[in-house]
């Protein structure tokens, strides 16, 4: 009997070990990523001259959001069809140099995670920026993987903290701000519903100097992002929950949305709305 308890309790502690050391390892991907080697090669690009360029960059070394990211290509590529623009998606960095960007209008970040490009090619997005290009960031695009602080200063004005846990997908009513800009929020209704992962960050980007755009109420959710040893992510923004915002940097544009965690928001006419208007602002 005691050889029978002895081995259960050896087995239960065995789990314990597995399932904490798997716990740690995920936690370190979400909050860094896996360092991965850093691609320098420019591609080879068969830029129109009748069509603005869209860099579509996907490419994630933290959690990947797979499911979002591959719903979203042929929606955007639909949109570029529709407005007569060229995109070029890639998970490529080679892309990140100065000759190249300065052909594009416009960046994407589509729930792009960790550390994706390296020192030099942040320099040159950057330099881009200022210089009159724009960034554009989608969810994951906002989560504090980067480790990066013009990227943080400059897209997102805030740092992000969590995103709730139980439950994850909550229900909440998109609010328009009243300092919205027209040209990001034309066509869509001043109070929209959507499910998402909403993210929290630790400041509001309103008191940063950036345009809001879109709101929730924060106190109609469970912000609450406690999970096992984790007992001190459960607060939130209180009721002003910015969930998309813009800012003028040097010569160039940048636009954020916490929206778009799963494929469910690429169906949802008004946040597609709003990646329009936000392509279309920014070119």
Known sequence: MRKILKIVLWSVLVLVLVVGG????????????????????????DFPTDKPAILLFSKTTGFRHGESIEASKPVIVGLANKNNWFVYETE?????????????SVVIFNNSTGEVINDEQKRALEKYVENGGSLIGIHGAGDDSHHWDWYENNLLGSKFSHHPIDPQFQSADILLDAQADSLITMGIPKTWNHSDEWYVFFENPRQKGFNIQFTINGDSINPSGNILFVKDKNFGMGKDHPIAWSKNIGNGKT?????????????????????????????
């Not at 798997?22 to 690009?45: H, N, Q, R």
């Not at 490529?92 to 960007?101: D, I, S």
């Open 22 to 45: 798997l716990l740690g390892v995920f936690i370190y991907k979400v909050k860094y990523g896996f360092p991965v080697s850093y691609e320098t090669e420019a591609p080879k690009i």
């Open 92 to 104: 490529e960095g080679g892309v990140f140099n100065e000759a190249q960007l300065a052909k594009f």
């Open 255 to 283: 636009f954020y949305t916490s929206i778009g965690h799963n494929g469910v928001a690429w169906k949802n006419e008004h946040f597609l709305k709003l990646i329009e208007n936000a392509i279309k602002w920014a070119l």
